[in-house]
């Protein structure tokens, strides 16, 4: 079943599925919201300390279980109908628990275009390998739940308020982004939002990578072996996205495997629950295993398959803060999976479905904006997943499997750009 349908927008000028996007020309769209979102976080500096303390609080909190007491004691009653409504009332609190955590990690774009100002007010992270988390140490213990808010491991570090040990005046607590390395049994910190009790949501990722840095080398979070620090907890280094940083990002020594590269605009703030563009990943085959994204098995798809929202106009669309338009979906086509309502068999509205990309590709206006795309539905997407993928991803997937990235290609666009802006200079 296979649907291909024009974008809502009108546009002037389209390009050809198959061109060239190892250019990384500069998109004037993605440059202005960029700049629109450093515009906007300087309104947007809420309460950031009372926000991580009740954070750090939360995750101190036992998790909800299962089955609760007051499963036990509807189920005492004998009726059906009462242990029902019990263990219904039991997942909802645990849904909503693992909602409320997926919520806190900010989310970064895909790397479609070079930012006109990438080698001068940007950094580059090399990203390791491993499951995405978030670390909260507070009163005594520290925890790591996953990206999707499941808590992975509760655990002592030497992190402060990670421990008994640890713990000080104050009751410090602290918040990190990291990345838990199977292999050496470490934690990668690439992002900081709270350091003994401070937020540092608002504050810069110039500030943030510096405290990073040093804060951690404070404590004895890199050495493990003992009993209040059983995991290793060191930065990420953080490189100028110069041409030779992205360079020894890329492709210098490094205690960890790599799963491509983190871009953080230096003065972007931490926008947790959002999707940041100035946040950017970008990967290649020389610093990731897997630059085009695998099946269960660890296999390539034949077909690159997305997972976009049903909305209840038919239209499907992306997870973005502004959602994208990718196609429009017949109730026939929809019907074909399921979720539609009794009543009508109209497409039930919030549904998250997996399409594949067919022969026809995606057609693109200016801006990386979808015109048209050939879209073959393959069924539902589980609903815990959260989310539908963001543009971004989706079109730096589609570029990789038609003329994959490499170092060179960006180091190419890199230069071209600074010549650029030298010959404007001299003018």
Known sequence: MSAAVAAASSVDQVHSPRRNPRALRPSRHAQDRRSAALARQQTARDDANDRARKLAMAAMEPESPTGSSQDTDMADTGTDERRRLARQTSTSAAESTREHWARQLM?????????????????????PEGQRCLLVAAAGSTTARSRSGVQLARFPSALPGGSRQTLGPGDPFCILDAI????????????????????????????????V?????????????????PFRIVPVPAFHASADGLTIAHSGPADYGRDGLLLLHKDGIYAAGAT????????????????VDTDASGAVPLLQQVVLLHREDGTLVTADEEPVVVARMSQEAAAAVGGTTPASGAPAAGKLLRLNIGPGGIQLAEGYRPVAADLQLAGGAHMRRGRADIWSKILFQYQ???????????LEAL???DASALLGARR
Request: proline fraction near 7%; hydrophobic fraction near 40%; charge should be negative.
């Open 276 to 291: 940041s563009p100035l946040a950017l990943l970008w990967k290649d085959a020389g610093c990731s295993r897997h630059p």
């Open 213 to 229: 840095a040093s804060r951690l080398m404070e404590t004895d979070a890199a050495t493990s072996g003992c009993h209040h620090n």
């Open 107 to 127: 989310r970064p774009e895909w790397m479609i275009d070079i930012p006109h100002d990438l080698a001068s007010d940007w950094y580059v992270l090399p990203r």
């Open 415 to 417: 230069a071209a750009q």
């Open 180 to 211: 838990f390395h199977q292999p050496d049994e470490t934690y990668y910190v690439m992002d900081m939002m709270c350091w003994k009790g401070q937020a540092l949501y608002g504050c810069s990722a110039e500030f943030r990578m510096f405290w």
């Open 400 to 410: 990789a499997r038609r003329a994959p990235a490499n170092l060179g290609a960006l």
